[in-house]
């Protein structure tokens, strides 16, 4: 058996050796999802199946889609020549190609969600519009769900006065961005199907061109984002989708679980895959977990199992208040540090608390501070967030981009 394949188990190794048609590969949290996908593309380019530049994959992070490359280039000389990214990234990289068959200038740049605000602050104040009838992040959620949707202003029918308003923004906003050379990542993603859409020539090319399109946590595609997929699928391409139902929790940015039953019955895939052993939760914990997910509606299917031991049970521990919730961890902690002083070395360094939004960890950083407990916050802004280096780029923008 060859290195890329010895290391895989049996559900894996079908998964990663699928000689023909199309696949939906469900696989659940742990099971190795990176490993077969990544196993998947060195297969095709060891055994002759696909050339480097066949292969389009398309991940939902910039982390993953170098994770990917990077393990690829341990096995792979070539993977420079194959197309991994985000939709966002792959989107932009297809428009720079072919900026000259767009509306947009040679020189069009990216807006992040600051950026955008501060776009949209303009026009209020070029147009006299008021902020507090009509708020920046209701007006930014209109364009992008528009947008989202591929749906451009001269196209949108407004149900009442309100929605009128809201597309006469959306108008001026995509002239001023035109103007401006300026991009959100919703238009990344619209102005590309719009490319492959309106001409037959680029679009049978790339058809052509990607004869193996893997999708990682398809789960978490919008409709928009599957029609782009079904718009780059050619007669000779083969679609091998991994995902989860289990794990799709973005419906609020626009994700479509949905998409999973759909291209199940579009692409003509009658047993999906399973990937059902978890490398990475000790039994009890699978077992809650498994417990909880059984009662989702309209569940595709599965039922991890453990490849680690029992492990400890969990514990639900039921509180009034964020500070009694802190006082019960600190509590905790230290008595877990102290215990292990009497047995295996237990070190504050092993501990970890989740929470679920920023602004949840002021509890338990005062508590933590009363008892004495060192601890390290992680997270908090993103690099390219930070003031200092925004200005920075600002400046940029305006020396690589005079309008």
């Given at each position: 058996?060859?290195?890329?394949?010895?290391?895989?188990?049996?559900?894996?190794?079908a998964?990663?050796?699928?000689?023909?048609?199309?696949?939906?590969?469900?696989?659940?949290?742990?099971?190795?999802?990176?490993?077969?996908?990544?196993?998947?593309?060195?297969?095709?380019?060891?055994?002759?199946?696909?050339?480097?530049?066949?292969?389009?994959?398309?991940?939902?992070?910039?982390?993953?889609?170098?994770?990917?490359?990077?393990?690829?280039?341990?096995?792979?000389?070539?993977?420079?020549?194959?197309?991994?990214?985000?939709?966002?990234?792959?989107?932009?990289?297809?428009?720079?190609?072919?900026?000259?068959?767009?509306p947009?200038?040679?020189?069009?740049?990216?807006?992040?969600?600051?950026d955008?605000?501060?776009?949209?602050?303009?026009?209020?104040?070029?147009?006299?519009?008021?902020?507090?009838?009509?708020?920046?992040?209701?007006?930014?959620?209109?364009i992008?769900n528009?947008?989202?949707?591929?749906?451009?202003?001269?196209?949108v029918?407004?149900?009442?006065?309100?929605?009128?308003k809201?597309?006469?923004?959306?108008?001026?906003?995509?002239?001023?961005?035109?103007?401006?050379?300026?991009?959100?990542?919703?238009?990344?993603?619209?102005?590309c199907?719009?490319?492959?859409?309106?001409?037959?020539?680029?679009?049978?090319?790339?058809?052509?061109?990607?004869?193996?399109?893997?999708?990682?946590e398809?789960?978490?595609?919008?409709?928009?984002?599957?029609?782009?997929?079904?718009?780059?699928?050619?007669?000779?391409?083969?679609?091998?989708?991994?995902?989860?139902?289990?794990q799709?929790?973005?419906?609020?940015r626009?994700a479509?679980?949905?998409?999973?039953?759909?291209?199940?019955?579009?692409?003509?895939?009658?047993?999906?895959?399973?990937?059902e052993?978890?490398?990475?939760?000790?039994?009890?914990?699978?077992?809650?977990?498994?417990g909880?997910?059984?009662?989702?509606?309209?569940?595709?299917?599965?039922?991890?199992?453990?490849?680690?031991?029992?492990?400890?049970?969990?514990?639900?521990?039921?509180?009034?208040?964020?500070?009694q919730?802190?006082?019960w961890?600190a509590?905790?902690?230290?008595?877990?540090?102290?215990?292990?002083?009497?047995?295996a070395?237990?070190?504050?360094?092993?501990?970890?608390?989740?929470?679920?939004?920023?602004?949840?960890?002021?509890?338990?950083?005062?508590?933590?501070?009363?008892?004495?407990?060192?601890?390290?916050?992680?997270?908090?802004?993103?690099?390219?967030?930070?003031?200092?280096?925004?200005?920075?780029?600002a400046?940029?923008?305006?020396?690589?981009?005079?309008?």
């Amino acid at each position: 058996m060859s290195k890329t394949l010895h290391h895989l188990n049996s559900e894996q190794l079908a998964a990663v050796t699928l000689k023909e048609g199309n696949a939906l590969i469900l696989a659940g949290a742990g099971t190795g999802k990176t490993t077969v996908l990544t196993s998947r593309i060195a297969w095709l380019l060891e055994n002759g199946l696909a050339y480097p530049e066949h292969i389009l994959a398309v991940t939902f992070t910039n982390k993953g889609a170098q994770e990917i490359l990077s393990r690829l280039q341990s096995q792979v000389l070539t993977s420079h020549r194959m197309w991994v990214g985000t939709f966002h990234g792959l989107c932009h990289r297809m428009l720079r190609i072919h900026v000259k068959m767009t509306p947009w200038s040679d020189e069009f740049q990216i807006m992040d969600t600051q950026d955008q605000k501060s776009a949209l602050k303009r026009l209020y104040k070029n147009y006299a519009i008021n902020e507090v009838e009509f708020p920046l992040k209701d007006t930014l959620r209109y364009i992008s769900n528009q947008k989202e949707q591929g749906i451009r202003s001269l196209e949108v029918i407004p149900q009442n006065v309100e929605d009128k308003k809201y597309l006469e923004i959306y108008s001026l906003y995509e002239k001023q961005c035109l103007n401006e050379g300026l991009m959100d990542f919703a238009e990344l993603l619209l102005s590309c199907y719009k490319l492959l859409q309106d001409h037959a020539e680029i679009r049978a090319d790339y058809q052509n061109r990607f004869r193996h399109i893997l999708i990682d946590e398809f789960q978490d595609t919008s409709l928009f984002q599957y029609k782009w997929i079904k718009l780059l699928c050619g007669k000779q391409s083969q679609i091998f989708v991994v995902g989860d139902d289990d794990q799709s929790i973005y419906g609020f940015r626009g994700a479509r679980v949905e998409n999973m039953r759909d291209y199940l019955k579009e692409f003509h895939i009658d047993n999906p895959i399973k990937l059902e052993d978890n490398y990475r939760s000790q039994f009890a914990i699978l077992e809650a977990a498994n417990g909880v997910i059984s009662h989702n509606d309209h569940r595709l299917g599965k039922t991890l199992r453990a490849a680690q031991t029992m492990g400890d049970k969990v514990l639900v521990q039921e509180l009034n208040t964020g500070m009694q919730e802190a006082q019960w961890v600190a509590d905790k902690i230290r008595s877990l540090v102290r215990t292990s002083s009497l047995g295996a070395s237990i070190k504050y360094s092993d501990i970890a608390v989740l929470y679920r939004n920023n602004s949840q960890s002021q509890p338990f950083e005062s508590t933590l501070l009363n008892h004495q407990v060192p601890y390290k916050i992680y997270g908090g802004l993103k690099f390219y967030d930070r003031a200092e280096i925004k200005n920075t780029l600002a400046y940029l923008r305006v020396i690589a981009n005079p309008k």
